[in-house]
Every structure is written in structure tokens, then in C-alpha cells.
């Protein structure tokens, strides 16, 4: 997929314009060794990210032009590889350990660990998630999985404002491996919407129908 890096911001080194207090703005991974490569083919076939730095020891992915408004990394380690190795013959041997790594990864995606992302459209949420879909399908290799679905008209949506989709990329490793996909509603009401009438923006769809 070809990136799209163009962001109307300011190109000058002064977030004060923009940023009323701190912002997300980058993950890093550790990643088994040799997991990197069929890694970097995995995120150039399902990622619209632009691998800015590559080194022996990293790859750098960048969202826009102003890299500080969104990076991911991913360097290989040693230690991740023997953890990985680890935690595989450890789970043979306890099956507490197997149920708790199986009990994360069941619980509502949302609750176990994730790092969030946003596309534009819901156009783009639905082509992106048919894209993950399809490589858990036909790329055993790259080991993704969609852990969970919540469009903003499920029953189980936790929210009317978002879309919800998680994806588990078992090349980062055991735990901490999965990412949300997120689109926001056009039809919803906006943060500010919600905050000038008095409700809070991120209240459960439930508790705000009832109030
Ligand atoms: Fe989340």
C-alpha cells in the first residue's frame, strides 16, 4: 500500500501550537529475531505505514511527514526471542500459565493489552479489516488474528462513536501483540457535542441511553 504522509500541520518544531498537553505518539516492540523479516512483509502488505528507518537492528515506521505525530518500531532482541521460546515449553508445563495466556487473549479484546490506531473512513476500516482476514487466512506464517469485531450498531458496541476491530500479530511475540483498529462515526455525536450538553465523551453507550 502506498503511504500517505501529507498532514496539514505545521511544519515547524513547535507543538505548543497544536498540543494542549501531552499525545501519544509513538510504540516500540521487541521483537523475536527471527520474526523480523516475515514481519516486514506482513506490515508492508496490510499497513499503509511508510518504513522510514531500517536498520540491522530496526524497522521504523512513520504515519506522516512531522514523524513525531505517530511512529511505530520494532527492534529485534535476544531476549525477546528467548522469552517467546520460554513462555512456549513453559505452557506445556503449566497449565495455569496456558489458561492465563488463553484468558487474555479471550477476554473482550479491549481489556487485554493493545496499541490503537485510527483510519479515516469507515471505507477504509472495512477494507483493512477484509485485508487482515484474508492474511489470517492465507498467511499462517505472519500468524494474525482478528480477535474481535464491534461495529457502532452491535449490541455488544462499547461505544456508538467507534468502530472496533483487534488484530493479534503473534510474530511480536506472546503477549502485548495486538493493535485496534479504529474508525470514528460520522453519525455519532461528536466529543464536543457531547461534552457542551453536559455528558462526558468517553461514557459507555449504556450508561448515557439510561441517564
Ligand atoms: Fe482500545
Redesign the pocket.
Known sequence: MAADTSLDLPTRHDLSEVLRHDMWNHVNFAVPQANMDELEACIATLMPWQLWAKTPTMLGYRFHTNYEWGMAFFQPSVHASTFARVIAEVRQERPDLDEAIKGLESLT??VND?T?FIVKSEEEWEARLAGFQAASRNHPEWQVTVTGILRPDDPEA?TDRLA?A?IRLGLLGPIRNTF?M?YLNPGSLSAQEIESAGGVSATPRQERTSD
Open positions: 479484546p479491549d493493545h490503537g462499547l472496533q483487534w485496534e479504529q
